[in-house]
Nanobody, 125 residues
Framework: QVQLVESGGGLVQAGGSLRLSCATSGRTSSSYPMGWFRQAPGKEREIVAAISRSGGSTYYADSVKCRFTISRDNAKNTVYLQMSSRKRGDTAVYYC??????????????????WGQGTQVTVSS
């Protein structure tokens, strides 16, 4: 069993920065690809960013390119999402997810096997 715990969410002003963390336990984070998703009220869950098992490949949704950075520290079993130049449209619950198999990043939420409980991020104007 794999447990994922997100942290770092909160209230941030538009244009500000925030870093989310996702700590994994049960298996080392180097064992699987990871992704960050978000879900805003009344909207479907969407992919934000994803990273391969090694960290050598990454994916970003068009809406966050050049503003968000996903990274991982396999020694600490943690994946990060650095968010800069925040916009009000970034307000959502952010989830991290892990895929149990494979090595490359995945985009579809259905590809992930384990999910964190989510952390709320609110961007104020």
């Amino acid at each position: 069993q794999v447990q994922l715990v997100e942290s770092g969410g909160g209230l941030v002003q538009a244009g500000g920065s925030l870093r989310l963390s996702c700590a994994t336990s049960g298996r080392t984070s180097s064992s699987y690809p990871m992704g960050w998703f978000r879900q805003a009220p009344g909207k479907e869950r969407e992919i934000v960013a994803a990273i391969s098992r090694s960290g050598g490949s990454t994916y970003y949704a068009d809406s966050v390119k050049c503003r968000f950075t996903i990274s991982r520290d396999n020694a600490k079993n943690t994946v990060y999402l650095q968010m800069s130049s925040r916009k009000r449209g970034d307000t959502a619950v952010y989830y991290c997810a892990a895929e149990a198999y494979g090595s490359g990043y995945r985009v579809a939420s259905s590809a992930y096997d384990y999910w964190g409980q989510g952390t709320q991020v609110t961007v104020s104007s």
